[in-house]
């Protein structure tokens, strides 16, 4: 099948090289010079693991382009991949979603208007409803919400637990089941509406689980039990699962922050006070601070103080720096009066921020380390794995490591000197 794709961010690039892969022509369509240029030229805009070899391995069937005409051009099926960011008052921006819907014009093969982005419940009603005044109505509609996580995109996209359709008319939803020939999963087909709250309600879950064992880190802390060893046994519950019980410094990321914001928004406009939602959201913003308050206790304060960040993207695998907590922690210590290093291989600092100039920036951890009072594990890179922390120890001047991510072997650390924080655990190396 001929498709075009309409935004060549994560999704809108994941999505085109997947279904290039699988067989389709795919003309991916972005408003940004620069972007389109790189990927005409071979290269990728961001990082992630498999995107280039797919995209490499797929050109004769993928090109780019900044004209949106072209994209829809004996195009059977176009898919919309663009951002949808959280605006001032918490709701989803759906403004790029809907200049996508009125570029559409007279596209004569179009068949069908699949909607990736992630939308407020009731978005797919309003097009359809613009669709209709405008003369194409005869397009098809579905909801084909993303559930990839970034760093694993590819695989998540080629092999998912499950592809969710949302259509209401049966040949649409059999258009885009065909697209996804060749994928192994199981396929739910369902109304628009629900389609869209599928994925509004598993980030939720998803972000709740993870505010939940954090939670539970804290009491762990003040009792003496140890995160780590409950969440473990819990997650053998088979009704509950050992994923996303990782307690750490909170959840980041372009999309748990935006899409519970956006939820609780929606919720809200529907006259229901999603109260649950409202203290996960809350709960995720103190995660960093509260750390920032342990790192003071224990450092009897922080003006002066010297704080190397180590990993500065919202996880690992990823340059996406998009609501990542060590731009809360940056800012705070910042604030606290702080000097801040920061160790990141992979991340794209946004220039603009004020927070990212006054960081100083190294190439290896043992350079963010120098003199430092602390060390603040904020992502759980594997390169961490491989650094001489004895080395380390010795370029600092004081002995603090906060892991913040539960993620180095703290009896090693404490055998070399280090007083190792963690999150929902003991202190291991003090006196
Ligand atoms: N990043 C993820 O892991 C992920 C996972 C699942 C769902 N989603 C959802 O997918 C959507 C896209 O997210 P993303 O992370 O890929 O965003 P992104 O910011 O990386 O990419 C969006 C791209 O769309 C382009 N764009 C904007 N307006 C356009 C237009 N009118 N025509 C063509 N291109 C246009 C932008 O220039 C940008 O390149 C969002 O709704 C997000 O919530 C993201
Ligand atoms: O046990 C855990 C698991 C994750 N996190 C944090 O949660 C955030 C999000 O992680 P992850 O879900 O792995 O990454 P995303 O790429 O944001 O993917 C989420 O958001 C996507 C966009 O909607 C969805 O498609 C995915 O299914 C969903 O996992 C990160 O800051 C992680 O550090 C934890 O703190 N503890």
């Not at 990927?39 to 805009?45: D, E, H, I, M, W």
């Not at 403004?95 to 992630?118: D, F, H, N, Q």
């Amino acid at each position: 099948m001929r498709v075009g794709v309409f935004g060549a961010g994560y999704i809108g690039l994941v999505t085109g090289a997947c279904l290039a892969s699988l067989g389709h022509r795919v003309v991916v369509r972005d408003i940004v010079p620069a972007r389109v240029e790189m990927l005409r030229a071979g290269q990728v805009p961001l990082y992630e693991p498999g995107l280039e070899d797919l995209l490499r391995q797929n050109r004769d069937r993928l090109t780019f382009t900044l004209d949106a005409a072209e994209a829809l051009e004996g195009t059977e099926v176009a898919f919309v991949c663009v951002d949808t960011p959280p605006s001032a008052s918490g709701d989803a921006d759906l403004s790029r979603v809907w200049s996508v819907v009125a570029e559409l014009g007279s596209a004569p093969e179009l068949k069908a208007l699949v909607v990736k982005s992630t939308v407020p419940v009731g978005t797919g009603e309003q097009i359809r409803g613009v669709l209709e005044t405008s003369g194409l109505g005869h397009l098809g509609y579905a909801s084909n919400p993303e559930f990839t996580a970034e760093g694993r995109a590819v695989r998540d996209f080629l092999r998912p637990d499950r592809v969710v359709i949302g259509a209401e008319e049966t040949e649409t939803a059999r258009l885009v089941t065909a697209l996804h020939e060749g994928i192994d999963a199981p396929v739910e087909v369902m109304g628009v509406a629900s389609a869209e709250m599928v994925k509004l309600a598993a980030n939720a879950l998803l972000a709740t689980k993870i505010t939940f064992i954090n939670e539970i880190a804290a009491v762990c802390e003040r009792t003496g039990a140890d995160v780590l060893e409950v969440a473990r046994a819990v997650g053998l519950d088979h009704r509950l699962g050992p994923h996303f019980l990782n307690a750490g410094l909170g959840y980041g990321g372009s999309c748990f922050p935006k899409d519970s914001r956006a939820l609780r928004a929606m919720a809200s406009n529907s006259g229901h006070p999603f109260q649950l939602l409202s203290a996960v959201i809350e709960v995720n913003d103190l995660q960093p601070r509260r750390a920032v308050q342990r790192l003071k206790d224990r450092l009897g304060g922080l003006r002066g103080r010297r704080v190397a960040l180590l990993g500065l993207t919202f996880k690992p695998d990823t340059d996406d720096m998009r609501e990542a907590p060590s731009e809360v922690l940056a800012a705070r210590l910042l604030a606290e009066g702080c000097e801040v290093t920061g160790w990141d291989p992979m991340a794209r600092l946004p220039d603009r921020e004020p927070w990212t100039t006054r960081v100083r920036r190294t190439k290896t951890v043992a350079e963010a380390a120098e003199d430092c009072d602390a060390l603040v594990v904020v992502t759980e890179w594997a390169e961490l794995r491989d650094v001489d922390w004895s080395d380390v120890a010795h370029r600092m001047r004081g002995r603090v490591l906060f892991d913040g991510r539960n993620t180095l072997d703290r009896e090693e650390l404490a055998s070399q000197g280090f007083v190792c924080m963690a999150v929902g655990r003991a202190t291991a190396g003090e006196d």
